[in-house]
């Protein structure tokens, strides 16, 4: 073991001068606060809250630019446009798995190193947390318990996401100005970690969103990520438990005071109120320094000549063939469906604004584009590249169908049927659900597991849960084989891929690492 000190030097506020983003979001305007050292922010617990709203800030900042979009591409759902895999070898890996795919590619490096110092500074807060309440006060402890409470929300959730992509971590024992590196930790040993930190964060945050503080996680944010966590866990670890990850949705349904949307088109509006669907959420606004460029990366450069062409973009991301066409072309989508033209864009039209493609840049420009970032508050007023629309993490829709799927795994096939037919599928027609598209109450444990696959991709298509759904289904090859074009194309990939590498700048840092383990 090698122990390294460390000095961070935290911006106690990342949210420079946020604008009012039209929901009553006044804390995204709060003045600019002083820099503090770590060891100065526990001094007093007025500074604490700052310190964990930069962890917000910090892991919102792994869904901005390009790097918001690397989980989604080499997925059955999404794919890279042609001219991205024409002029960036190491990004193409992650669709074609090919040589590319390794510890040296460097949009994969990213995606690690960028969550990496979240966990670090949670860790050390929890530790200096649990020193403050050793003599604490009661009324003290009350709001260090909260604290502590977002800090293990924020280790916990980041902590899963790694996991869930790279399997076994090289997880640091975190101390008050100390880390110390180690080797990989076991699948045991990772989620069980992670199971503690997501149970703390449960009991100890508030189960009512904030209204000065929207950033701040509930309970139900916790115990919903605690319920993913149950249903995803290697099954090689004897810890999957579809069982407790029922508990922990059963309790969000009926306790949590959520509900769907009543327009699916109101999720994806900006101008609209989502109701009380979501329950955690990366908000934005569409003024810099606060915007996302979301927009950029999943738009159509056809549509690119006037940028201020609110649908234009330059074809990084693309839906797969299957994921923008009907059932009867092979696809995914029923007649009448009303996610599909909320979720992809098929008409480049947009008033004066006529598609143009651009020589050279790819045949798929106007192939259906992704359409759930558009930010139509910007059309004729700015760059698309200051799209600003609020990334929704985990909503209420997500509860439902993975509650639906927990329920078929425990022998509820039918009650698991009619909970879907009643909310997801109700709502997805209007709410007034064809008979012909009802799921058959009487479908078999394994036609469910099918259905539900499908229907989470209908439901949540480029809201960057695929990859964790194709790899704890273990469809991860066969998927994404079939169905994106670069990896069918390359006939490469296989089980070795499932997990990215370790970049090879972590094995070279950590002493404990090595290119063999």
Same mark, same amino acid.
């Not at 798995?97 to 979240?118: H, Q």
């Not at 989508?333 to 947009?350: A, H, T, V």
């Given at each position: 073991?090698?122990?390294?000190?460390?000095?961070?030097?935290?911006?106690?506020?990342?949210?420079?001068?946020?604008?009012?983003?039209?929901?009553?979001?006044?804390?995204?305007?709060?003045?600019?606060?002083?820099?503090?050292?770590?060891?100065?922010?526990?001094?007093?617990?007025?500074?604490? *809250?700052?310190?964990?709203? !930069?962890?917000?800030?910090?892991? /919102?900042?792994?869904?901005?630019?390009?790097?918001?979009?690397?989980?989604?591409?080499?997925?059955?759902?999404? *794919?890279?446009?042609?001219?991205?895999?024409?002029?960036?070898?190491?990004?193409?890996?992650?669709?074609?798995?090919?040589?590319?795919?390794?510890?040296?590619?460097?949009?994969?490096?990213?995606?690690?190193?960028?969550?990496?110092?979240?966990?670090?500074?949670? !860790?050390?807060?929890?530790?200096?947390? #649990?020193?403050?309440?050793?003599?604490?006060?009661?009324?003290?402890?009350?709001?260090i318990n909260s604290f502590k409470g977002q800090a293990s929300f924020y280790r916990g959730a980041v902590l899963l996401e790694l996991a869930s992509y790279w399997g076994e971590l090289p997880i640091p024992e975190t101390t008050k100005n100390s880390i110390t590196l180690s080797a990989k930790r076991s699948i045991v040993d990772t989620y069980r970690m992670?199971?503690?930190?997501?149970?703390?964060?449960?009991?100890?945050?508030?189960?009512?969103?904030?209204?000065?503080?929207? /950033?701040?996680?509930?309970?139900?944010?916790?115990?919903?990520?605690?319920?993913?966590?149950?249903?995803?866990?290697?099954?090689?670890?004897?810890?999957?438990?579809?069982?407790?990850?029922? @508990? *922990?949705?059963?309790?969000?349904?009926?306790?949590?005071?959520?509900?769907?949307?009543?327009?699916?088109?109101?999720?994806?509006?900006?101008?609209?109120?989502?109701?009380?669907?979501?329950?955690?959420?990366?908000?934005?606004?569409?003024?810099?320094?606060?915007?996302?460029?979301?927009?950029?990366?999943?738009?159509?450069?056809?549509?690119?000549?006037?940028?201020?062409?609110?649908?234009?973009?330059?074809?990084?991301?693309?839906?797969? =063939?299957?994921?923008?066409?009907?059932?009867?072309?092979?696809?995914?989508? =029923?007649?009448?469906?009303?996610?599909?033209?909320?979720?992809?864009?098929?008409?480049?039209?947009?008033?004066? #604004?006529?598609?143009?493609?651009?020589? !050279?840049?790819?045949?798929?420009?106007?192939?259906?584009?992704?359409?759930?970032?558009?930010?139509?508050?910007?059309?004729?007023?700015?760059?698309?590249?200051?799209?600003?629309? #609020?990334?929704?993490?985990? /909503?209420?829709?997500?509860?439902?169908?993975? @509650?639906? =799927?927990?329920?078929?795994?425990t022998n509820e096939t039918s009650a698991a049927v009619q909970l879907i037919n009643n909310t997801i599928r109700k709502r997805a027609w209007g709410g007034t659900l064809p008979s012909e598209y009802a799921w058959n109450p009487n479908m078999s444990q394994e036609d469910f597991r099918k259905n539900i696959m499908t229907e989470r991709m209908r439901e949540?298509?480029?809201? !960057?849960?695929?990859?964790?759904?194709?790899?704890?289904?273990?469809?991860?090859?066969?998927?994404?084989?079939?169905?994106?074009?670069?990896?069918?194309?390359?006939?490469?990939?296989?089980?070795?891929?499932?997990?990215?590498?370790?970049?090879?700048?972590?094995?070279?840092?950590?002493?404990?690492?090595?290119?063999?383990?």
């Open positions: 073991m090698k122990t390294s000190k460390i000095i961070f030097i935290t911006i106690l506020l990342l949210a420079l001068g946020f604008i009012h983003s039209g929901c009553n979001e006044d804390f995204l305007n709060q003045d600019p606060q002083t820099s503090l050292s770590d060891n100065q922010v526990f001094e007093s617990l007025d500074n604490v *809250q700052f310190f964990l709203d !930069g962890l917000y800030f910090e892991w /919102r900042f792994t869904r901005v630019n390009r790097r918001g979009f690397y989980l989604m591409l080499g997925t059955d759902e999404s *794919q890279q446009g042609e001219y991205q895999m024409r002029t960036e070898a190491e990004q193409g890996g992650l669709d074609k798995y090919d040589g590319f795919y390794s510890e040296e590619n460097k949009p994969i490096a990213e995606l690690w190193s960028i969550r990496w110092p979240i966990v670090v500074k949670a !860790g050390m807060a929890i530790d200096q947390l #649990n020193k403050l309440l050793e003599n604490a006060s009661k009324e003290d402890s009350a709001r992670i199971e503690n930190d997501l149970l703390t964060a449960s009991q100890l945050l508030s189960d009512k969103l904030n209204s000065a503080d929207l /950033r701040i996680p509930t309970k139900w944010a916790a115990m919903a990520l605690l319920g993913k966590m149950y249903m995803s866990v290697p099954l090689s670890s004897g810890l999957r438990n579809y069982g407790n990850a029922k @508990l *922990q949705f059963l309790e969000i349904y009926n306790h949590g005071g959520f509900s769907l949307a009543t327009n699916v088109a109101d999720l994806w509006d900006p101008t609209k109120q989502p109701g009380n669907e979501p329950i955690f959420t990366f908000y934005f606004t569409n003024t810099s320094p606060d915007t996302n460029q979301n927009q950029w990366y999943t738009g159509s450069r056809a549509c690119a000549g006037n940028p201020t062409n609110y649908i234009g973009g330059y074809d990084l991301v693309l839906p797969t =063939e299957y994921c923008r066409n009907d059932i009867e072309q092979g696809g995914l989508w =029923e007649k009448g469906d009303l996610r599909k033209m909320e979720s992809i864009r098929y008409d480049f039209i947009n008033g004066d #604004n006529l598609p143009s493609p651009v020589a !050279g840049f790819g045949e798929d420009q106007l192939l259906p584009h992704i359409k759930k970032y558009e930010d139509k508050r910007i059309d004729g007023k700015q760059s698309f590249y200051d799209s600003g629309k #609020n990334i929704y993490y985990v /909503r209420y829709a997500d509860v439902l169908l993975s @509650l639906a =799927e927990c329920m078929n795994e949540l298509c480029f809201e !960057g849960w695929r990859r964790f759904d194709l790899i704890r289904t273990n469809n991860f090859v066969n998927y994404i084989k079939e169905r994106n074009r670069w990896a069918k194309e390359a006939s490469l990939i296989s089980e070795q891929h499932i997990y990215y590498p370790i970049p090879i700048t972590e094995i070279k840092m950590n002493p404990n690492l090595s290119e063999n383990k």
